[in-house]
C-alpha cells in the first residue's frame, strides 16, 4: 500500500510536492474505522482513499503523470534503451530549474515490509538513486547512488554490489532495474509493488476495456461485474462477447485483413472480440416480461455506461489484491452517484479486505459534501502566478476549517484556494467592431 509519493521539478511542479496517505491525528475521531487502515507492525494508520481538487490545468493530471513516469521508468529503464540514449522526462519549463534534475520517491509497503526508495535525473543520466529497507523497526539503507559512484549494504544487496562493479548499470539506467533483471531479490519485490500499481484516464476508458473483458470470461468475476452494472442501474443483466467468426467476417473488410486475422486464429489460438452485448429485458403494454434485447455496448449504450463498464475490471481488481488505484479525472462522464459508490468500496472494510486504494481528481464538489472524506482526504493542486504548481491537503489548514463545515460551499467560495479566477467572459462580446466593419 501507498504511504507517500513525491516529485519535484516535473511538469508543472517546480517545487517537491507531496502527497501523504498517514492519517492526522487532527481527523481521529471521523471515519477512523471506515477510511483508515491501522498497521500496528509499524505504529501507521493510513489513509484508504484520497481525491484532488483544483482548476483546469492547476496540476492535477500532471502528479498523475509523474507516478506513471516513476512507474515505467522503474519497470523499463534497464530494457528500453541503450546507452546514450536520452530519458524522456519533462521537467519544469517556465523557469531556470529546467537544467535541474527531476526526482521522484516513494514509500510503500510490501508484503508487510516498509519500502523507501527514489531517484533524480535529468534527460541525460541518472543522477542519483536510493533505496531503504524496513523489514521490522529499523530503517536501513540498501544503496545510495551519486551519478555512477555506489554505496551498498553489501550484506543485503550483494547482487547490486556485482553488478556495480563489473560496470554493468548504464548511465541512464536505474540500478533497481538491472538488479531485478539479473533476479535479485530485494529488487524484484519493489518491482513487484510497481507492477501491481496501476494508474489509468477517466477519459480514455478504451485503453482498459479489453482488460474488463478478459474478467468476464471468469464466471465469477463476471457475477461481480453484472452485480455492480446493476446496482449502478444501467438496466444490464447480462454481457456477452461477440467474436469474429473467421468464415463470415464483413464483406467491406480489406482482404489483408481478414487474411491476418484468420492466420492468427489458427495459428496462434488467437481470438477476436467484435462487440460486447448487453442484455436488456423488454416488456410488453402491460409491463410484463416478454424477452431480452441485445444492446451493443459500443453503438447502442452510452458514453457513461461504456465507461463504468471499463471501470469495474479495474476497481474489481484492485480491490481483490489489495494495490493502490489512481484515476485521472474519475467524473468524467458519470454521476456523482456513481462516483460516491465507487469510493464507499474503497472505504469499506467488506468490500475491501485486502487493503486497496484509490487516489483521484474531480471537478465534482459533491462530493466534498458527501460525508466519504476526512480533512486528510481531501487534497488541492494550485498554481502561483509563475506557472508552477502546489499540492496541499485540507488539513494543512489545521484549526481554520472544522470538520463540520461545509466544505464544498467553502471550496466553491475560494476559501481554500485552488478554483480559478476568472474575468468578465462578456468583454470579448462588448469590445470595438473589427477595424473593416461598417457602421
Not at 531556470?96 to 523507501?116: A, G, I, Q
Not at 446493476?230 to 461477440?242: F, M, Q
Not at 410484463?288 to 434485447?293: L, W
Request: glycine share 4%.
Amino acid at each position: 500500500m501507498l504511504i507517500q509519493f513525491s516529485v519535484a521539478n516535473f511538469k508543472t511542479f517546480k517545487d517537491k510536492a507531496t502527497l501523504s496517505l498517514l492519517a492526522s491525528n487532527y481527523d481521529k475521531e471521523t471515519r477512523e474505522s471506515e477510511n483508515v487502515m491501522q498497521i500496528p507492525e509499524f505504529s501507521l494508520r493510513i489513509l484508504k482513499s484520497a481525491v484532488v481538487y483544483g482548476a483546469n490545468a492547476s496540476g492535477k493530471s500532471k502528479f498523475m503523470d509523474a507516478m506513471v513516469f516513476m512507474k515505467n521508468f522503474v519497470m523499463r529503464s534497464s530494457t528500453d534503451r541503450l546507452k546514450g540514449d536520452p530519458i524522456n522526462v519533462d521537467p519544469f519549463r517556465l523557469a531556470d530549474s529546467e537544467n535541474n534534475p527531476t526526482e521522484f520517491e516513494v514509500l510503500f509497503l510490501h508484503n508487510n515490509e516498509m519500502y523507501r526508495y527514489g531517484f533524480m535525473v535529468s534527460r541525460q543520466a541518472v543522477l542519483a538513486e536510493w533505496l531503504y529497507h524496513r523489514p521490522k523497526t529499523k530503517e536501513i539503507e540498501i544503496f545510495y547512488r551519486e551519478g555512477q559512484r555506489f554505496e551498498f549494504h553489501v550484506k543485503r544487496f550483494a547482487k547490486g554490489h556485482t553488478l556495480a562493479k563489473q560496470d554493468l548499470v548504464r548511465e541512464n539506467a536505474l540500478l533497481l532495474s538491472v538488479a531485478a533483471q539479473f533476479n535479485d531479490q530485494l529488487s524484484s519485490d519493489v518491482i513487484d509493488w510497481f507492477k501491481k500499481l496501476k494508474v489509468i484516464s477517466g477519459l480514455q476508458e478504451d485503453r482498459y476495456q479489453g482488460f474488463t473483458m478478459q474478467k468476464t470470461e471468469d464466471a465469477f468475476l463476471k457475477k461481480k461485474i453484472l452485480e455492480l452494472l446493476a446496482v449502478a442501474d444501467l438496466g444490464i443483466h447480462d454481457i456477452t462477447l461477440e467474436r469474429f467468426d473467421p468464415e463470415n467476417l464483413p464483406a467491406d473488410m480489406p482482404q489483408s485483413l481478414k487474411e491476418l486475422i484468420r492466420k492468427k486464429i489458427s495459428e496462434e489460438n488467437t481470438e477476436f472480440i467484435s462487440d460486447i452485448l448487453t442484455t436488456h429485458r423488454k416488456y410488453d403494454a402491460d409491463n410484463n416480461y416478454v424477452g431480452d434485447v441485445k444492446f451493443s455496448l459500443d453503438n447502442d449504450e452510452s458514453s457513461g455506461t461504456f465507461k463504468f463498464f471499463s471501470l469495474t475490471g479495474p476497481v474489481l481488481d484492485a480491490l481483490e489484491h489489495g494495490y493502490p488505484l489512481f484515476v485521472d479525472e474519475l467524473d468524467s462522464k458519470l454521476h456523482p452517484n456513481l462516483v460516491c459508490k465507487l469510493t464507499e468500496l474503497f472505504n469499506s472494510a467488506t468490500s475491501n479486505p485486502h487493503n486497496a486504494q484509490l487516489i483521484f481528481n474531480t471537478h465534482d464538489t459533491n462530493l466534498l459534501s458527501s460525508g466519504l472524506f476526512r480533512r486528510d482526504q481531501i487534497w488541492f493542486t494550485e498554481k502561483d502566478r509563475y506557472g508552477a504548481a502546489t499540492l496541499y491537503s485540507l488539513s494543512d489548514f489545521k484549526s481554520e476549517v472544522r470538520r463540520t463545515e461545509n466544505f464544498e460551499s467553502n471550496y466553491i467560495q475560494g476559501k481554500y484556494g485552488a478554483i480559478p479566477f476568472l474575468g468578465d467572459f462578456s468583454e470579448p462580446f462588448t469590445s470595438q467592431k473589427k477595424p473593416d466593419d461598417k457602421k
